[in-house]
């Protein structure tokens, strides 16, 4: 009789009075990173040495941030895909074969490794920012850019 009477009576009376809040925020704070897209993983800022093993792996793409002419005079991170920052957030929301027709390149996906670069490493963090928000989650940032990585390897000029 009294479990049929527990099970009947409203959930908060089970909580304790003073466990009442905490779970409420915890249930509100998680809804709310799910809504805004927001992942348990921070991303990670990597440097050279990383890159160079990141890009050893399966469904690895590196994006370059920067605009098109910046490409063309100074060359690319060779296997990059060049998607100006502005143009970002409707690139990854593309269909796949869209974005295959305009970048050449098979699309990421949601469990894609994401690499940002840019010339120094300011726009790639607001990538980061951008990919974050769209709910992917593997998500590193090449602080040392383009510059570092000329100063390791020779870029590969675009045409």
Known sequence: MIAGSVLQCPLHWL???HCRRTIV?????????????????PPQTIN?????DLLKGK???IIDV????????????????NIPLGDLAPALK???KGFEEKYQKKMPN???TLIF??????????AVDVAGSLGFDRIHHYAGGFEDWKRNEMPEKKQ
């Open 94 to 96: 593309m269909d796949p």
């Open 66 to 81: 920067r605009e098109p002419w910046e490409v063309k005079e100074y060359g690319i991170i060779q296997g990059s895909i």
């Open 59 to 61: 469904s690895v793409f």
């Open 110 to 112: 949601k469990a894609s």
């Open 48 to 52: 050279y040495e990383e890159l160079k």
């Open 15 to 17: 909580i304790p009075r």
């Open 117 to 126: 670069s840019c010339l120094a490493g300011i726009r790639s963090k607001k």
């Open 25 to 41: 925020t915890l249930v509100l704070c998680s809804t709310w990173s799910i809504v805004r897209g927001f992942s348990s993983v």
